[in-house]
Nanobody, 123 residues
Framework: QVQLVESGGGLVQAGGSLRLACAAS????????MGWFRQAPGKGREFVAG????????SYADSVKGRFAVSRDNAKNTVLLQMNSLKPEDTAIYYC????????????????WGQGTQVTVSS
């Protein structure tokens, strides 16, 4: 079992930055691919970014490429999502998730989810 807790969300103006953190407890997060997803009101959950268990591989949605950066500190069981140049369309609840094998873009491939943290970007 893995428990995930997100933090770092909030309200920011367009063009600003936020850094989200996902703290994992339970079984060590080093064994899991970690993904960040988001869900805006009335929309489905979409992949944002992910990092493989060893941090060798990262993956990004086209909409955030060049603006967001995902990283992990396996010693601290923490995954970070640095979000720069934020846009109003980035407004959503952001979730981190853990997958047993590696990072996937399909949310159905993830085994554990956090409760989410709200990110609101004002224009």
């Amino acid at each position: 079992q893995v428990q995930l807790v997100e933090s770092g969300g909030g309200l920011v103006q367009a063009g600003g930055s936020l850094r989200l953190a996902c703290a994992a407890s339970g079984r060590t997060a080093i064994d899991y691919g970690m993904g960040w997803f988001r869900q805006a009101p009335g929309k489905g959950r979409e992949f944002v970014a992910g990092v493989s268990p060893s941090a060798v591989t990262t993956s990004y949605a086209d909409s955030v490429k060049g603006r967001f950066a995902v990283s992990r500190d396996n010693a601290k069981n923490t995954v970070l999502l640095q979000m720069n140049s934020l846009k109003p369309e980035d407004t959503a609840i952001y979730y981190c998730a853990a997958s047993v094998f590696t990072v996937y873009r399909d949310p159905r491939r993830y085994d554990y989810w956090g409760q989410g943290t709200q990110v609101t970007v004002s224009s």
